[in-house]
């Protein structure tokens, strides 16, 4: 496995405002995720986080909401733009690792939008 | 198209009980990967187990056991004399390799909120 960490763990935000969310891994990874989970919901995969170049968004998602960073291979960043009430949520990030390419998450980063 | 459906969506049981979360998927590939997390009222997503579709074989591991079925589709997680602390949110996942890629897409079921009550 590998330790993911990610900060901030908890914030509450102004509507309007943007806010970018650390993701440190102790290992270097090739796919590194992020997802968002909306109170009381499954997880939604955003995009991909590619090393070197843009990130690859799922439907639904584009980079003006949600740029991403990954500079490196054990580092990533995930900015929500102009928030909104709709944006609060746990967003989290994640690595594959292993054969069959098992997910683990960070600790989650609890957004509230007010 | 992938799916994964769990049904459940939220089971109580008084501690020491048994209980059994369903997951059920679909997939096209012969190839694929199952998985279960546990997501605690923390929120950090916990990996339990990974299977892999070649792989039939039931697991057991302390309290916990897993039931994969590939002539259900089913892939069931049991836990043995419950304990409050595993009141939890459980996810069912499953992964296969994208064709023209041959990256990892994951899709997670709804969940099951698990309340063990003392």
């Known amino acids: 496995s590998a330790v993911i960490s990610q900060k901030p763990s908890r914030d509450i935000c102004q509507r309007g405002t943007s806010l970018t969310i650390q993701c440190q891994v102790d290992s270097q990874v090739t796919m590194m995720f992020w997802y968002r989970q909306q109170p009381g919901q499954s997880l939604t995969l955003i995009a991909t986080a590619n090393q070197g170049s843009e990130a690859t968004y799922e439907s639904g998602f584009v980079i003006d909401k949600f740029p991403i960073s990954r500079p490196n291979l054990t580092f990533s960043t995930l900015t929500v733009s102009n928030m909104s009430p709709e944006d609060s949520s746990i967003y989290l990030c994640s690595v594959g690792l292993g054969s069959g390419n098992t997910i683990y998450f960070g600790e989650g980063s609890w957004l509230t939008v007010v | 198209a992938q799916k994964v459906t769990q049904a459940q969506t939220e089971i109580s049981v008084v501690e020491k009980e048994d209980v059994t979360l369903d997951c059920v998927y679909e997939t096209r590939d012969t190839t694929y990967y199952l998985f279960w997390y546990k997501q605690p009222p923390s929120g950090e997503l916990v990996f339990l187990i990974r299977r892999n579709s070649f792989d039939e074989q039931n697991e057991i591991s302390g309290r916990y056991s897993w039931n994969f079925q590939k002539s259900t589709s089913s892939f069931n997680f049991t836990i043995t004399a419950s304990q409050v602390v595993d009141s939890a949110v459980y996810f069912c996942?499953?992964?296969?390799?994208?064709?023209?890629?041959?990256?990892?897409?994951?899709?997670f079921g709804t969940g099951t909120r698990l309340k063990v009550l003392a």
């Open positions: 996942a499953l992964s296969e390799a994208e064709r023209n890629s041959g990256t990892y897409k994951y899709i």
